[in-house]
T-cell receptor, first 110, second 114 residues
Framework: GQNIDQPTEMTATEGAIVQINCTYQ??????LFWYQQHAGEAPTFLSY????GLEEKGRFSSFLSRSKGYSYLLLKELQMKDSASYLC???????????FGPGTRLSVLP | DVKVTQSSRYLVKRTGEKVFLECVQD?????MFWYRQDPGLGLRLIYF???????EKGDIPEGYSVSREKKERFSLILESASTNQTSMYLC?????????????FGPGTRLTVT
């Protein structure tokens, strides 16, 4: 079967750093995606990892370890607008459908 | 800039009604997807399509059907709406190629079945 786990909720303080973890067990692996979703809005793409290691994009970084079935999203210098749900998704095969995790709701407090 | 639009943001229907949810994308993407999103369950795939007139069942196709007569348009049909189909419905599209590509999502339709 396909299974992706993320923490349900996290809380952090404005200006801090937060790490959101994602573990996966899927029938295949052709990449891992992170999306951000503000309440009532569509998910928007944040990052993509297909090889092991860290991908950095401004305040956001994403890490992948394929041997451990593990990824994390790192958010630095947190801002209030980062309060949102963060979705981890795996592509089990080439170019086809994703398997999504349940999402992690992040609350950034002043 | 990729744009995916959905016909309604909010919809209220009665049990037993036939419901049509429309999705249109303007980037000539081959792949289109329909998900539902419920608290604690994440996005679950209902149906997807690789090309015109092609469709594949996702994880939860029961009670739904789809239609793709044109490349840019993918419709989700609830043949006889039930209260357990009250949910947020999200459409997405992506290009087809050798690798994996991000999916672009529409704004969603919040459907309430009473």
């Amino acid at each position: 079967g396909q299974n992706i786990d993320q923490p349900t909720e996290m809380t952090a303080t404005e200006g801090a750093i937060v790490q959101i973890n994602c573990t996966y067990q899927t029938s295949g692996f052709n990449g891992l995606f992170w999306y951000q979703q503000h309440a009532g809005e569509a998910p928007t793409f944040l990052s993509y990892n297909v090889l092991d290691g860290l991908e950095e994009k401004g305040r956001f970084s994403s890490f992948l370890s394929r041997s451990k079935g593990y990824s994390y999203l790192l958010l630095k210098e947190l801002q209030m607008k980062d309060s949102a749900s963060y979705l981890c998704a795996v592509s089990p095969n080439y170019g086809q459908n994703f398997v999504f995790g349940p999402g992690t709701r992040l609350s950034v407090l002043p | 800039d990729v744009k995916v639009t959905q016909s309604s943001r909010y919809l209220v229907k009665r049990t037993g009604e036939k419901v049509f949810l429309e999705c249109v994308q303007d980037m000539d993407h081959e792949n289109m997807f329909w998900y539902r999103q419920d608290p604690g369950l994440g996005l679950r795939l209902i149906y997807f399509s690789y090309d015109v007139k092609m469709k594949e069942k996702g994880d939860i196709p029961e009670g739904y059907s789809v239609s793709r007569e044109k490349k840019e348009r993918f419709s989700l049909i609830l043949e006889s709406a039930s209260t357990n189909q009250t949910s947020m419905y999200l459409c997405a599209s992506s290009p087809r190629g050798a690798g994996s590509y991000e999916q672009y999502f529409g704004p969603g339709t919040r459907l309430t079945v009473t």
